[in-house]
């Protein structure tokens, strides 16, 4: 048996009902010591026992009354703790992703709660360290273009862009050479859109390896640029090459073309942290329960409400 997994049976062994799974992830939160989510202290936390449910805490300074789902993914959810970790090690054990109909299936809820349930997942993996030139080093970089043909589209959806990428959508990506992977939803590949996020995600005066586009030679000025001319079959030139972003773009692709089929522009970055956290957090030679842990610790602080996911 491997040795850097566990297996569906053991996790559900490991955690079978909420009451183990609340007490893991106040763990994982607050380590023992509950936090008032409110004014973030940790003095005057007392537990409090609400109609015979336990997890419940009051902060004596402010008056606020929680639980380890306040201010995490999990606030005002219905569905129990124990499903949402099988969740979260359905997600970081499913190399191309899971969809929301078999996850439906393998939870016993709503197809509807299930995509909602992971379009949350996919926003806790949402990388804090995005736009503080976070990659450094040697980072290649490459678009992908994302969508169907046109000539598939009904003709009230048709874009009536012209041929090739016109029409599609456009995810920007940025791989350290042996290192994190960020990958941005762009409103187009046009250079007044691709060169500030390339400025904001890498620090300045890293080497930069791309393709023979024409909207990366303004960024010479700041970075080491080398690149491969792809239109005359070349793909490497000694240390310059974008092999690492290429093999990126194949699970993402498998993903889109395996798993979910399509995803609207409207969601799409959230599908992009999920491919990304893949990388950087979710790697597959880290164990399992680390991964777990990892994004377990994404989930606290950040929020996705059903108003704002379909606003």
Not at 67 to 89: C, D, M, Q
Not at 187 to 215: F, M, N, Q, W, Y
Not at 234 to 262: C, P
Request: glycine share 8%.
């Amino acid at each position: 048996m491997c040795k850097v997994t566990i297996s569906a049976f053991q996790m559900i062994h490991r955690f079978p009902d909420q009451e183990s799974a609340r007490l893991y992830i106040e763990k994982c939160r607050w380590n023992g010591m509950p936090v008032c989510p409110k004014c973030n202290l940790a003095e005057k936390q007392y537990p409090q026992n609400r109609k015979g449910r336990p997890g419940f805490y009051e902060c004596r300074c402010c008056g606020l009354v929680y639980t380890v789902r306040t201010g995490t993914i999990f606030e005002r959810s219905h569905i129990p703790l124990n499903k949402w970790i099988f969740a979260i090690y359905l997600v970081v054990t499913a190399r191309k992703g899971i969809s929301s109909m078999q996850l439906s299936k393998e939870l016993g809820i709503g197809q509807k709660a299930a995509w909602f349930l992971l379009q949350r997942i996919r926003k806790a993996c949402e990388d804090d360290n995005g736009g503080n030139g976070f990659l450094q080093g040697i980072v290649e970089i490459d678009e992908a273009y994302l969508g169907g043909l046109e000539a598939n589209r009904h003709e009230s959806k048709k874009k009536k862009a012209g041929r090739g990428p016109n029409g599609k959508e456009v995810a920007l990506g940025m791989k350290e050479r042996d290192g994190k992977v960020a990958i941005k939803h762009l409103p187009s590949s046009k250079g007044e859109h691709i060169r500030p996020e390339i400025e904001k995600t890498i620090a300045k005066g890293s080497t930069l390896c791309t393709d023979e586009a024409p909207v990366y030679e303004a960024l010479q000025s700041q970075y080491d640029h080398k690149t491969v001319n792809h239109s005359a079959k070349q793909y490497v030139d000694g240390m310059a090459h974008t092999n690492s972003i290429e093999s990126v773009w194949a699970v993402l692709k498998r993903a889109f073309y395996g798993v979910f089929h399509s995803f609207s522009a409207k969601h799409m970055q959230l599908y992009l942290n999920e491919v990304c956290f893949r990388f950087n957090s979710g790697n597959v030679k880290i164990h399992t329960l680390e991964r777990l842990d990892s994004l377990l610790g994404m989930c606290f602080g950040k929020r996705l409400t059903w108003a704002d996911c379909i606003a």
